[in-house]
Structure formats: C-alpha cells, structure tokens
C-alpha cells in the first residue's frame, strides 16, 4: 500500500529499526526492491533522483513506482530524492507522489529554511511529506567537497550537522524527515567513512518527535555503523550504489560462458535477481533485530 514518510516513521520510531529508501530508476529495480520488501515483510520507500532524470524520466518511471507501490503486501512511499529545483518538486507532486525531498543544503541556513518553510506549508496542504537536508555532504572523493563545482579540502567534523541550527530548523519548516551529516559520503567511498553517531543522537534529542532522522551515503558503511546510526535515531537509510551494481559481475559471467548470443529479458532477471538479493541484504541490517 502506499504510504508517506510519517507512517513510515510512526511504525519505524516505535520498532527502533530504519528504512531503506532505494533509487528504483529501472523497471528491473522497482521489480527488485518491491520482491525483497516483500520477502522481508518490511516497510520500503521507493526513490526517484532528480540527479537520474538524464535517464529516466519522473513521469516514465513514477507511475511503475507508483502501480507497485500500490498493490505491495507491505508499506510502501514513493519519494522524490534530492530534489533540487522547484519544477522538479511540481513534477513529482503532478506524478501522484506522497512524499518529496527538497534539498537546500548548499544554500546558505536562512535560505534554506525560507525554501523548505514555503514548500512544505503548501505540500502538508496536499498531505503530502517532506524531507530536507542540513550539513553538507561529499560527493565521490573523501577529502573533497562539490561546492558550486569547485573542490574544497574539509575535515569530517567541519561537515557535521549542528544540534541548535537542526532544533530551529524543524521547528521553522515544519519538516517531516530531515537529512543531516555525520560523516557519510554519496557513491563508492575511496577512504574508511569516518561516522560520528553521536552527532545523530545530539540532534534527535533536541528536534520534534514526529521528524525522522535520514542517513544519505551508506557506501562503505559496515553493519554495526549502520546499527549504531539506527539506535542513534536515523530512521531512513538511503541505498543505491551498492545494489545498482550487485548484478554486474553475474551477469559478464553470464555473457562470457553462454553458448549462443544472450537475450536482454535474461540479463534483464538477472539483473532483479541480484539486485533483490542485496536490497534483502541491506534490510536485514536496517531491521535492526
Ligand atoms: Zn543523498
């Protein structure tokens, strides 16, 4: 059934458990996300990235998220991640989807919290949920930061979210979700990520009950950092980079042993098959049991 990301939260907070929100930009990995939430018998949220537009298109792949969503056995939201511009926001609200992410964090605070305030007065209208972003985040290379382009030299702690600046940040927006930076990098990771859970724990002592607290950048990050995140307060776990690129290397060998020519709906199984396989992987630690 489709859900926002407030009952997403109600059921997640009472548990102790986070949950996964997949990047589902093929018919392959919605297939393949929704499979595993199913045989987990856990909530899921299905995400599509502004950043994958170059590829799939919201209005072509939101209505297969949407149709699975829909008649899943488990708890399912539809969410647009990272959202950066208004027209994408629109799009996603247009498609059918209940719940948004507006990401403001390169901007400086007070403009982001004007942005996020105005946006979710009109989207809790809808009753729709929205997710923001405080802190910055590396993207790619460790040591590096992508700033309006420009590559900047930064110390993890430089980058963490601040508790007070979090507190008057949820209390002005309105947020539902709230996405901070505590040592995670997006993509492959090149260097050990270094977290600090403690910052989770300083933040979620000092925000609204009803706001989740969301990890971006689980690359590289092993089971128990997971775990300490989840026991810390993080309730929403994103997961993409591993499980897009789970199927590769099966499906070369795949190629590479066949007798005769292989046919796309075969790579296209086997590409669910592996895929599921590590999206069950990462929900068994985002269970936290
Ligand atoms: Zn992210």
Redesign the pocket.
Known sequence: MLVTLAEIFKDAKKGNYAVGAFNTPTFEAVRAVIAAAEEMNCPVILDHAEGHEWFTKIEDIGPVMLEYAKKAKVPVCCHL??GVSPSMLWRAVRVGFPSVMYDCSVMPYEENIANVKEFVALAHKMGMTVEAELGK?PNKEAGTVDADGSVVEYKPEDLYTDPSEAARFCEETKCDAL?ISFGTV?GFYRTKPKLDTNVVAEVQKVIPENVGLVM??GSGVSPEGFKSAINNGIRKI?YYTYMATAPSKHIAEHIKNADDLVGFQIISNLGIKYMQENAMEAMKVFMNK
């Open positions: 991640d990272h985040m996405a997006h971006h950048g994103n």
